[in-house]
């Protein structure tokens, strides 16, 4: 079957066939005919390619000859990091810094933290948004290192190898 020739009202005119684009509009079947032609509508468009390891390296080698060592010393000790890592989730650098402030000055430890009511983790951390969800969380974390360590320092991760 031979392609077809239709009219499309290009945009902002009215749908007269004077004013309309033509336009040839084939049937699936034809694509296997007129490969030439034929606009390739079945390919579908990939996502933004992801770079190998190899590349990924080049570009941090390349951008530290240039820019010299990135120095990536911690701000704080590994699991305030971690409790600060939950508080920054959905909120802004302010709010979050503002939350974590207000969190230390009212437990001064995170054993504190750790022992305390989730209501009163939830004030606490009110400025960071969502404390009714990650009050819970905090706590649940800490907790649970503390369960499986006996004290809240996750220094031991260090050793422990990358997958």
Same mark, same amino acid.
């Given at each position: 079957?031979?392609?077809?020739?239709?009219?499309?009202?290009?945009?902002?005119?009215?749908?007269?066939?004077?004013?309309?684009?033509?336009?040839?509009?084939?049937?699936?079947?034809?694509?296997?005919?007129?490969?030439?032609?034929?606009?390739?509508?079945?390919?579908?468009?990939?996502?933004?390619?992801?770079?190998?390891?190899?590349?990924?390296?080049?570009?941090?080698?390349?951008?530290?000859?240039?820019?010299?060592?990135?120095?990536?010393?911690?701000?704080? %000790?590994?699991?305030? $990091?971690?409790?600060?890592? @939950? *508080?920054?989730?959905?909120? +802004?650098?302010?709010? #979050?810094?503002?939350?974590?402030?207000?969190?230390?000055?009212?437990?001064?430890?995170?054993?504190?933290?750790?022992?305390?009511?989730?209501?009163?983790?939830?004030?606490?951390?009110?400025?960071?948004?969502?404390?009714?969800?990650?009050? %819970?969380?905090?706590? $649940?974390?800490?907790?649970? @290192? *503390?369960?499986?360590?006996? +004290?809240?320092?996750? #220094?031991?991760?260090?050793?422990?190898?990358?997958?």
């Amino acid at each position: 079957m031979p392609p077809v020739l239709k009219y499309r009202a290009s945009k902002g005119t009215s749908k007269n066939r004077e004013a309309s684009l033509p336009v040839l509009y084939f049937r699936h079947a034809d694509a296997r005919i007129l490969p030439d032609i034929m606009p390739r509508t079945t390919v579908k468009k990939r996502g933004p390619r992801t770079k190998s390891k190899a590349e990924i390296a080049r570009t941090i080698q390349m951008m530290t000859e240039q820019y010299g060592p990135f120095d990536q010393e911690p701000r704080l %000790p590994p699991t305030d $990091e971690m409790v600060f890592t @939950i *508080l920054s989730q959905h909120t +802004s650098d302010i709010n #979050s810094s503002r939350a974590y402030r207000r969190l230390m000055d009212r437990f001064v430890s995170l054993d504190a933290v750790a022992a305390a009511d989730i209501s009163e983790i939830e004030k606490a951390i009110a400025p960071g948004g969502l404390a009714k969800i990650k009050a %819970p969380r905090i706590k $649940e974390v800490l907790n649970r @290192i *503390l369960e499986l360590n006996c +004290s809240l320092d996750i #220094s031991f991760l260090r050793e422990m190898p990358l997958r």
